[in-house]
């Protein structure tokens, strides 16, 4: 059974910090590069951040460059967000996400989200 339980998130003032963490288990996390999506109320699911299989590139969305770190511990399966300086813009419902690397024997559809876990950033 594939899972994606995201955890870490909650209220935090404007300048704060938080670290989300994504567990994933059922399939093989080696093969997959990880993502993290945000949805806020009334708007799209936009990409935050996306980290390869091994590790070696990390992307980011213009908005959070500088202050959202992605990462991952392949010997755990669990692929973290560590958000700084964080802005109430921030707010959203984020989401874990993975896709199987490019070139790997995973079929492509086999892509799967977590549940979601919110942020609110306010004062």
Sequence with gaps: QVQLVESGGGLV???????????ASGFTFTEYT??????????ERDLVAYI??????TNYADAVKGR???????TKNTVYL???????EDTAVYYCNA???P??????EK?????????TVSS
Excluded: H
């Design 99 to 101: 896709v199987p690397r």
């Design 34 to 43: 990880m993502r993290w999506y945000r949805q806020a109320v009334g708007k």
């Design 13 to 23: 003032q404007p300048g704060g910090s938080l670290r989300l963490s994504c567990a």
């Design 103 to 108: 070139g790997s024997w995973v079929p492509f």
């Design 68 to 74: 959202f770190t992605i990462s991952r511990d392949n």
């Design 52 to 57: 390869t299989s091994a590790g070696g590139i």
């Design 111 to 119: 892509e799967y989200w977590g549940q979601g876990t919110q942020v």
């Design 82 to 88: 560590q958000m700084n300086s964080l802005k109430p």
